[in-house]
Structure formats: structure tokens, C-alpha cells
């Protein structure tokens, strides 16, 4: 796993829907579907991404436990 850009894409993704889900559990506020509207297929792609990005990130619990080969 060494594709640092879809890494980091998927991580963006996550933390923007976390966001949103805190929005939503504090305030009652749903971001994705104030700017999108609620239940368009834009906003519906958004949370798609969102969970396609959290099931990506899944993976990265396979590498948690690892620790890096110190290269000299």
C-alpha cells in the first residue's frame, strides 16, 4: 500500500464526513445536504464517497501493527 494520493484522498473524505456526522449529532445540521440539497444525486454521490472512503480506510488497520525498516 504505497499510494500516498489515494491515501490521503481517502483520509480527506473520511474526516470531511466526520465532520458532517458531528454537525449532525451537536446541531441537527446536515452540511452535505444544506450545499447539495437533500437527497440529490449530487449529495447521494458525496455520501457514497464518503463510505466508499471509509471502507478504504478499513484496510489500513492491516498496517497499524507494522513498524517501518529503518533504510539507511
Same mark, same amino acid.
Given at each position: 500500500?504505497?499510494?500516498?494520493?489515494?491515501?490521503?484522498?481517502?483520509?480527506?473524505? +473520511?474526516?470531511? *464526513?466526520?465532520?458532517?456526522?458531528? %454537525? @449532525?449529532? $451537536?446541531?441537527?445540521?446536515?452540511?452535505?445536504?444544506?450545499?447539495?440539497?437533500?437527497?440529490?444525486?449530487?449529495?447521494?454521490?458525496?455520501? +457514497?464517497?464518503? *463510505?466508499?472512503?471509509?471502507?478504504? %480506510? @478499513?484496510? $489500513?488497520?492491516?498496517?497499524?501493527?507494522?513498524?517501518?525498516?529503518?533504510?539507511?
Amino acid at each position: 500500500m504505497n499510494n500516498k494520493i489515494l491515501d490521503y484522498t481517502a483520509l480527506t473524505i +473520511a474526516i470531511i *464526513g466526520a465532520v458532517n456526522w458531528g %454537525l @449532525i449529532g $451537536f446541531f441537527s445540521f446536515d452540511l452535505v445536504a444544506f450545499i447539495f440539497g437533500n437527497m440529490t444525486w449530487i449529495s447521494r454521490i458525496v455520501y +457514497a464517497l464518503v *463510505g466508499l472512503a471509509g471502507l478504504y %480506510l @478499513i484496510t $489500513f488497520y492491516m498496517y497499524a501493527g507494522e513498524t517501518r525498516s529503518q533504510e539507511s
